[in-house]
């Protein structure tokens, strides 16, 4: 269909922009070495032969503020998968297996950046939103094990999106949910409770974690309510009221 031949087109650019950022991280993490060594030696400037070049800070404040712009380029692809998934449906289940095969794997390598494993994570919770079980009956139960591997993850964008996934994972899982019944609440459980070492600037932004775990819970008692210990879990649900921090699941569960 012509819908592939655009995605793949567009898959090409994700590769281009994705190799310049892993460039520029390379340059990162050397420029971040250099800089370290000419302290050591008391140099103020990575290249002290050059009077043009900037200070340390501003050759890699340079740098991180290049990886920033091409990581939202990124990002702004999931839009496209999340819209290209729910307007196409089967027609778009080749380029799933694309990156099922080429694109996954490696977000969620164990050597993954925080920020890859964030991609994989969209591309999983649209997946799991617009696809639907029906679609992806083959790998559902792996997409259960990834979401649950992150949903109490100490970076909170990762445990945000691990959280919202859950809640839509709940909500379109048709088919056999006492099968992930237990997990999937023992795991929604550990994500509405702050780490005991989150620092206070991120406090506010774990809010939104919590928030989408609250919701998650609301999810599965609404679409599961006769699958699980309900009186348990709406007692659960109800200690983690209201909503404060995401609005658009307040409109949901408040």
């Given at each position: 269909?012509?819908?592939?031949?655009?995605?793949?087109?567009?898959?090409?650019?994700?590769?281009?922009?994705?190799?310049?950022?892993?460039?520029?991280?390379?340059?990162?993490?050397?420029?971040?070495?250099?800089?370290?060594?000419?302290?050591?030696?008391?140099?103020?400037?990575?290249?002290?032969?050059?009077?043009?070049?900037?200070?340390?800070?501003?050759?890699?404040?340079?740098?991180?503020?290049?990886?920033?712009?091409?990581?939202?380029?990124?990002?702004?692809?999931?839009?496209?998968?999340?819209?290209?998934?729910?307007?196409?449906?089967?027609?778009?289940?080749?380029?799933?297996?694309?990156?099922?095969?080429?694109?996954?794997?490696?977000?969620?390598?164990?050597?993954?950046?925080?920020?890859?494993?964030?991609?994989?994570?969209?591309?999983?919770?649209?997946?799991?939103?617009?696809?639907?079980?029906?679609?992806?009956?083959?790998?559902?139960?792996?997409?259960?094990?990834?979401?649950?591997?992150?949903?109490?993850?100490?970076?909170y964008e990762l445990r945000n999106s691990a959280c919202f996934g859950i809640g839509v994972f709940a909500q379109h899982t048709t088919n056999d949910f006492g099968f992930y019944a237990n997990d999937l609440l023992n795991a929604l459980t550990?994500?509405?409770?702050?780490?005991?070492?989150?620092?206070?600037?991120?406090?506010?932004?774990?809010?939104?974690?919590?928030?989408?775990?609250?919701?998650?819970?609301?999810?599965?008692?609404?679409?599961?309510?006769?699958?699980?210990?309900?009186?348990?879990?709406?007692?659960?649900?109800?200690?983690?009221?209201?909503?404060?921090?995401?609005?658009?699941?307040?409109?949901?569960?408040?």
């Open positions: 269909p012509e819908i592939n031949d655009l995605t793949y087109k567009l898959l090409g650019v994700f590769d281009r922009v994705e190799k310049a950022r892993l460039s520029l991280m390379k340059q990162k993490d050397e420029t971040e070495k250099e800089v370290e060594e000419g302290k050591k030696r008391g140099d103020n400037k990575i290249y002290s032969d050059d009077e043009d070049d900037g200070s340390d800070e501003e050759i890699l404040d340079d740098i991180k503020d290049q990886i920033e712009e091409l990581e939202e380029v990124q990002t702004s692809f999931n839009d496209f998968f999340g819209t290209l998934f729910n307007t196409h449906k089967e027609l778009t289940l080749e380029v799933v297996d694309k990156l099922l095969k080429e694109y996954l794997p490696k977000y969620f390598d164990a050597k993954a950046s925080n920020f890859e494993k964030k991609l994989g994570l969209f591309i999983i919770d649209d997946m799991a939103e617009y696809l639907e079980q029906k679609l992806l009956n083959n790998i559902w139960t792996d997409i259960a094990k990834i979401l649950i591997t992150y949903v109490d993850h100490s970076d550990k994500g509405m409770v702050f780490p005991e070492d989150v620092p206070k600037s991120e406090k506010d932004d774990m809010k939104f974690a919590k928030d989408n775990a609250v919701s998650a819970l609301g999810k599965i008692i609404k679409y599961h309510g006769k699958e699980i210990e309900l009186n348990k879990w709406i007692g659960v649900w109800l200690k983690g009221l209201p909503i404060e921090r995401d609005s658009e699941e307040g409109k949901i569960m408040n």
